[in-house]
T-cell receptor
Framework: GAGVSQTPSNKVTEKGKYVELRCDPISGHTALYWYRQSLGQGPEFLIYFQGTGAADDSGLPNDRFFAVRPEGSVSTLKIQRTERGDSAVYLC?????????????FGDGTRLSIL | GESVGLHLPTLSVQEGDNSIINCAYSNSASDYFIWYKQESGKGPQFIIDIRSNMDKRQGQRVTVLLNKTVKHLSLQIAATQPGDSAVYFCAESYSGTYKYIFGTGTRLKVLA
């Protein structure tokens, strides 16, 4: 069966540009999560969606970061005016329902490099 | 491919031996714990989880132990195989939240 799919797998862009990262969760999973992973560290939470709404966006580092999930399935993480410090692997995960106490299933991430 | 972590603690074990990977968690209110395996260039892969009302849980070749008194979690891998080589992360969460807090990973190297 299909797992969490993220595209593109790699993205290289220049400082100041706008990027969009896409996540296609496991079919039927209502909960979707975005994390960011820097080299040598564990993933850090960014935002959680339950259905179409962002239930918790407390991990977004600043207002340059925004995410949407308009139909409750695919989600897009958007980064405006990218900075070199945004370079990282952006991971998406999904779970059947929200509420914790259940495994989150991760995609292979998008490796974002800001030159 | 690019390594998941270049400066992580490393555990080297002989193929066929048992491995024990340790993790200290931070929040005494955490009630759900999970172990992930991450290979280079891949996302974290679920291994096993445990709730705080348990102190041990077994899976296929893996066992997770939870000691709430000292906020310690361990992952035991029996008969370690070359395919077990990866970075291992523990994560915690607590009721009412949905985000995982990941610990510092450990790189497991299996020696032939």
């Amino acid at each position: 069966g299909a797992g969490v799919s993220q595209t593109p797998s790699n993205k290289v862009t220049e400082k100041g540009k706008y990027v969009e990262l896409r996540c296609d969760p496991i079919s039927g999973h209502t909960a979707l999560y975005w994390y960011r992973q820097s080299l040598g560290q564990g993933p850090e939470f960014l935002i959680y969606f339950q259905g179409t709404g962002a239930a918790d966006d407390s991990g977004l580092p600043n207002d340059r970061f925004f995410a949407v999930r308009p139909e409750g399935s695919v989600s897009t993480l958007k980064i405006q005016r990218t900075e070199r410090g945004d370079s990282a692997v952006y991971l998406c995960a999904s779970s059947p329902t929200g509420g914790g106490n259940q495994p989150q299933h991760f995609g292979d991430g998008t490796r974002l490099s800001i030159l | 491919g690019e390594s998941v972590g270049l400066h992580l603690p490393t555990l080297s074990v002989q193929e066929g031996d048992n491995s024990i990977i340790n993790c200290a968690y931070s929040n005494s209110a955490s009630d759900y714990f999970i172990w992930y395996k991450q290979e280079s260039g891949k996302g974290p892969q679920f291994i096993i989880d445990i709730r705080s009302n348990m102190d041990k849980r077994q899976g296929q070749r893996v066992t997770v132990l939870l000691n709430k008194t000292v906020k310690h979690l361990s992952l035991q891998i029996a008969a370690t195989q070359p395919g077990d080589s990866a970075v291992y992360f523990c994560a915690e969460s607590y009721s009412g939240t949905y985000k995982y807090i990941f610990g510092t990973g450990t790189r497991l190297k299996v020696l032939a």
